[in-house]
């Protein structure tokens, strides 16, 4: 069972950066595309962006698009989500996952965006 393990969420203000952490277990993880979740509160989880295999390709949801970058490191077992222009409506839960073979969730972090 692959454990998922977030951090670097923290309390910002509106138009500052973070950088999220995302390290994963197991041997499978340069295999499979990763993608960064968030879940507002009384939202359901979204997409944000996710990265295929060896990070030649990404995708955005339009509302993150062009503010944020997701990124991997293959050799650390780790994928990252830089996040520049924060906005308030981008306070959330952040999680990782495989968009195509969900696995179990691991914590998240909390990213909080102050107006």
């Known amino acids: 069972q692959v454990q998922l393990v977030e951090s670097g969420g923290g309390l910002v203000q509106a138009g500052g950066s973070l950088r999220l952490s995302c390290t994963a277990s197991g041997s499978m993880f340069s295999s499979n595309y990763m993608g960064w979740y968030r879940q507002a509160p009384g939202k359901e989880r979204e997409l944000v962006a996710q990265?295929?295999?060896?990070?030649?390709?990404?995708n955005y949801a339009d509302s993150v698009k062009g503010r944020f970058t997701i990124s991997r490191d293959n050799t650390k077992n780790t994928v990252y989500l830089r996040m520049n222009s924060l906005k308030p409506e981008d306070t959330a839960v952040y999680y990782c996952?495989?968009?195509?073979?969900?696995?179990?969730w691991g914590q998240g972090t909390q990213v909080t965006v102050s107006s």
């Open positions: 996952n495989n968009p195509f073979a969900l696995g179990s």
């Open positions: 990265i295929s295999s060896l990070g030649g390709r990404t």
